[in-house]
């Protein structure tokens, strides 16, 4: 079974850093897309970013281009999202999900479960 484990998240104060990491398994496709999303309290969960061997790192939101990266350590199937200068309005749940073709752009099939990120002003 495909498993997607998010872990990282945690309490830290405006203008600091986190790095999550989303570690995969159960898969073997020959290309495939991981994405970040997120939702914050009382709000629809949206597109953070993606990363994909044939896509590159796509960014869904504008309003983590600058501060937030994503990257792959394809040894162990893990993919990190390193958030830098994090602001109050980044508080949320945030989720792994895996793309079976390797499209940022596609429907994603797979969902981890969520990780809490808060900011503190």
């Known amino acids: 079974d495909v498993q997607l484990q998010a872990s990282g998240g945690g309490l830290v104060q405006a203008g600091g850093s986190l790095r999550l990491s989303c570690a995969a398994s159960?898969?073997?496709?020959?290309?495939?897309?991981i994405g970040w999303f997120r939702q914050a309290p009382g709000k629809e969960r949206e597109g953070v970013l993606c990363?994909?061997?044939?896509?590159?790192?796509?960014y869904y939101t504008d309003s983590v281009e600058g501060r937030f990266t994503i990257s792959g350590d394809n040894a162990k199937n893990t993919v990190y999202l390193q958030m830098n200068s994090l602001k109050p309005e980044d508080t949320a749940v945030y989720y792994c999900?895996?793309?079976?073709?390797?499209?940022?752009?596609?429907?994603?099939?797979?969902w981890g479960q969520g990780t809490l990120v808060t900011v503190s002003s």
């Open positions: 159960g898969f073997t496709f020959d290309d495939y897309a």
């Open positions: 990363i994909s061997r044939s896509d590159g790192t796509v």
């Open positions: 999900a895996l793309e079976t073709f390797g499209d940022c752009h596609e429907k994603y099939d797979y």
